[in-house]
C-alpha cells in the first residue's frame, strides 16, 4: 500500500521525501533538533524564496513527525555543552589565524603523510582552516565523516579533507553505476563523498593536490572499516566548472561521470539556480559495481565480537 503524503506549511511531502527524513534521521543520529532540521532542509531544497533555509517550519514538521511515531526526536543538548563548544571553536579559529599568519611559502614537500583529525583541539583546529580558507566553508558536516590533514616528511601541515555522506540522488552517477532506485536506497551508505578539499594558500607544492588524493584513497578504505565497522567501495566529489577544471581528480585517475543539474540538493522546483558543478568518481576497489548491485557483499566486522 503506497504511503500517504504529508500537508504541512503549504508544501506537499511525498512518500519518497518522507523517506529522506527518516533516512536523514537514521543516517545522521546524533545532530541535535536544529542540525536535523537544517539536515533535512537541504536534502528536500525546504528554502524560502532568498535561499534561506526554513529550519523553523521543518523542526515543526519533525516534532509532528515525531509525535506520529514516524522518528524519534534528538536528545536535547545542554546550554552549557554548547557555549563550551562556541568556546573551542573561538580559540580554534585564533589559533588557525596564528599558525596562518606565521607560515612562510612551501614549495617542496618530499614526502606526503595524513593524519586523522579526531575529536579535541585538532579537529577544531581543521574546522577554524575550513572557515578561514575553504570558499564553502565548514557547513553541514553531519554523519559519519573522516578529516585528514596533510603534512610533509617533517610534520608540517599543507592542508586538508573530508570525508563524509554521499549525495542522496546523482541522476549521472545512478546511469553510471547501473542502479536502479531500491538499489540506490539498500546500498548509499557504501558510497563516501570527498565534501571538502582544502590546500593552504600558502602552499604551492608541483603535484601536491593529486598525490594527496591518491594517498588517501589507499587510506580511506582501512580507516572508515575501523571506525565505522563497514568499507565504502567508492568515493564522488564535485568540482565546480566555473572555478576549476578538476586537474588534480584527473591527475589521480577519478573519472568525469557526467555534471550536476545547476540546482540545490533535490531541488524538485528548481527555483534555487547554482553553478554546474561536474561529478568525479574514484572506485576503492574493482569490483564496487558487483558490490552497489547487490551480487557481491561488502567488508564489514561485528564490532561486538
Not at 611559502?105 to 583541539?121: F, K, M, R, W
Not at 574546522?127 to 553531519?142: E, I, P, Q, V
Request: aromatic residues 10%; hydrophobic residues 40%; contains cysteine.
Amino acid at each position: 500500500m503506497e504511503k500517504p503524503n504529508i500537508i504541512f506549511s503549504g508544501r506537499v511531502f511525498s512518500a519518497e521525501d518522507i523517506e529522506k527524513i527518516v533516512w536523514t534521521r537514521k543516517a545522521f543520529s546524533r545532530l541535535s533538533l536544529r542540525e536535523l532540521a537544517l539536515t533535512i532542509c537541504e536534502t528536500l531544497g525546504w528554502m524560502s524564496k532568498t535561499g534561506i533555509p526554513k529550519r523553523k517550519e521543518c523542526t515543526e514538521l519533525i516534532r509532528q513527525m515525531a509525535s506520529e511515531g514516524i522518528i524519534d526526536l534528538p536528545r536535547l543538548q545542554s546550554r552549557n555543552k554548547t557555549d563550551a563548544k562556541i568556546n573551542r571553536d573561538r580559540m580554534a579559529a585564533n589559533r588557525a589565524d596564528a599558525l596562518s599568519d606565521d607560515n612562510a611559502e612551501v614549495t617542496v614537500a618530499n614526502d606526503i603523510t595524513l593524519e586523522i583529525a579526531s575529536t579535541g583541539p585538532r579537529m577544531q583546529l581543521l574546522r577554524a582552516y575550513l572557515r578561514k580558507y575553504h570558499m564553502l566553508g565548514d557547513n553541514a558536516a553531519y554523519g559519519d565523516q573522516i578529516h585528514y590533514f596533510i603534512k610533509d616528511g617533517e610534520g608540517k601541515e599543507l592542508g586538508c579533507m573530508r570525508f563524509s555522506v554521499a549525495s542522496w540522488s546523482l541522476e549521472a552517477r545512478e546511469g553510471w553505476i547501473g542502479w536502479t532506485a531500491e538499489q540506490r536506497k539498500a546500498r548509499l551508505f557504501l558510497i563516501i563523498n570527498q565534501s571538502r578539499y582544502l590546500v593552504f594558500p600558502w602552499v604551492h607544492v608541483m603535484n601536491l593536490s593529486s598525490r594527496a588524493l591518491s594517498k588517501a584513497a589507499r587510506r580511506l578504505p582501512g580507516d572508515w572499516l575501523e571506525r565505522y565497522f563497514y568499507e565504502p567501495v567508492l568515493i564522488e566529489t564535485f568540482v565546480d566548472k566555473s572555478l576549476f577544471n578538476g586537474t588534480s581528480y584527473k591527475a589521480a585517475n577519478w573519472t568525469l561521470v557526467g555534471q550536476t543539474k545547476g540546482r540545490g540538493r533535490n531541488d524538485r522546483y528548481n527555483e534555487y539556480a547554482l553553478s554546474v558543478k561536474d561529478i568525479y568518481m574514484y572506485p576503492l576497489r574493482r569490483d564496487f559495481r558487483e558490490i552497489l548491485l547487490g551480487e557481491k557483499p561488502y567488508r564489514s566486522v561485528d564490532p561486538y565480537e
